[in-house]
Nanobody
């Protein structure tokens, strides 16, 4: 059974940084594209980033381009979301999800694309 476990969330001041981790168990990361999503209270879930299974394709939401980077460590079977210059608007629960076959040629939060989801980790940007 494939499982995703996010970690690394917390409270950070505006302008600060956080690194989120998404650890995959029960399968090899090489076969899955990993998306990061977030959902703030009262708002719909939105795509943040996508990293293709081969690692050759990434996609970012316009709101995070230049501030967030996603990358993976195959040896640790873990995908990361490095977040810099955090803003109040980045406050949300962040989720990672795995898809077998999605090419990450776009950001898409459609639940039919993503086969597995993590439980989420809270990121709060506050002064």
């Amino acid at each position: 059974q494939l499982q995703l476990v996010e970690s690394g969330g917390g409270l950070v001041q505006p302008g600060g940084s956080l690194r989120l981790s998404c650890a995959l168990s029960g399968a090899t990361l090489n076969y899955y594209s990993i998306g990061w999503f977030r959902q703030a209270p009262g708002r719909e879930r939105e795509g943040v980033s996508c990293l293709s299974s081969a690692g050759g394709s990434t996609n970012y939401a316009d709101s995070v381009k230049g501030r967030f980077t996603t990358f993976k460590d195959n040896a640790k079977n873990t995908v990361y979301l490095q977040m810099y210059s955090l803003e109040f608007e980045d406050t949300a629960v962040y989720y990672c999800a795995a898809s077998f076959g999605f090419l990450c040629n776009r950001l898409d939060a459609d639940s039919t694309i993503w086969d597995y989801w993590g439980q989420g980790t809270q990121v709060t940007v506050s002064s």
